[in-house]
């Protein structure tokens, strides 16, 4: 997976707006923390900081003016990430 921010995520998401997702389904990513002990927060991990900055940054391009807990905006967003960085090569 590349972590190198995309230089028009606000293009990976319009591209995405006129696909037919009801048909195709919605790539995305998911975190899990495993509560059951002592673990590392998310994060914190190897990936985490920089999905962190890639989802800050894209957020910022696409939805600037979302309020932190909007989530039609959150959804925008991991859905660029995971067109960009999870599936690369789809179209």
């Known amino acids: ?32 923390e495993d509560l059951r002990g002592p673990s590392t927060p998310a994060a914190d991990r190897a990936e985490g900081p920089a999905l962190a900055d890639l989802t800050g940054r894209y957020a910022s391009v696409v939805r600037p003016d979302a309020a932190d807990d909007d989530l039609a905006a959150l959804a925008s967003v991991v859905t660029v990430v995971a067109r960009v960085h999870f599936f690369p090569d789809e179209d």
């Open 1 to 32: 997976m590349s972590l190198t921010p995309h230089p028009d995520p606000g293009a990976i998401l319009a591209e995405n707006e006129r696909r037919a997702l009801e048909r195709e389904g919605i790539p995305m990513f998911l975190a899990l």
